[in-house]
């Protein structure tokens, strides 16, 4: 089993900047691929950004791209989000995810292939 704890999220004004964490415990080994998901009030929880354990391989939203950075750092367990010019249309409750396995990258956001989910942190956005 894996746990995912995610922090760094809380209120920013527009274009400024958040840099969320999650961190992974237990059978780490299994956080092969790591992914960002978000839900918005209202909406569906949608992909934000992907990346695979070399962290060569990275995958990004459109909506998010030239934006949003994510890394990791395999010997801490952790990935991060680095969220730069931030948008009130990026407030929602982010979520870390974790596959037990390698994806294409073309694949990386699809939800139903994560195994292991996080609680989330709100990010909220103000204009």
């Known amino acids: 089993q894996v746990q995912l704890v995610e922090s760094g999220g809380g209120l920013v004004q527009a274009g400024g900047s958040l840099r969320l964490s999650c961190a992974a415990s237990?059978?780490?080994?299994?956080?092969?691929?790591m992914g960002w998901f978000r839900q918005a009030p209202g909406k569906e929880r949608e992909f934000v950004t992907a990346i695979g354990w070399s962290g060569r391989y990275t995958n990004y939203a459109d909506s998010v791209k030239g934006r949003f950075t994510i890394s990791r750092d395999n010997a801490k367990s952790t990935v991060y989000l680095q969220m730069n010019s931030l948008k009130p249309e990026d407030t929602a409750v982010y979520y870390c995810a974790a596959r037990n396995g390698f994806t294409t990258v073309q694949r990386m956001g699809i939800m139903s292939l994560y195994d292991y989910w996080g609680l989330g942190t709100q990010v909220t956005v103000s204009s």
């Open positions: 237990g059978r780490t080994d299994s956080t092969v691929t």
